[in-house]
C-alpha cells in the first residue's frame, strides 16, 4: 500500500490518535468514508443533463 510497511502505518495512526485524540479519530473516519462513497456515486452515474441547466440559462439561450 503506497510503500508503506506496518511500523510506518503504526506511527502514523499514533500521531493521528495524539493529534486528533480519540473521540475524534471514529468522526473523522466517518466523514471519509462518506465523501469517498458520495464520490464514487458521482463517478459510477451519469450526470443528468436537464438537472443541470437552470432556467435563466435556457431562457439567455433562446434569446441568443
Aim: no cysteine; charged share 20%; proline share 9%.
Amino acid at each position: 500500500m503506497f510503500g508503506l510497511g506496518w511500523p510506518e502505518i503504526a506511527i502514523i495512526l499514533v500521531v493521528a490518535l495524539l493529534i486528533f485524540g480519540p473521540k475524534k479519530i471514529p468522526e473523522i473516519g466517518k466523514s471519509l468514508g462518506q465523501s469517498l462513497k458520495g464520490f464514487k456515486d458521482g463517478f459510477s452515474s451519469p450526470p443528468d443533463i436537464s438537472d443541470s441547466v437552470s432556467p435563466e440559462t435556457e431562457q439567455n439561450s433562446h434569446k441568443s
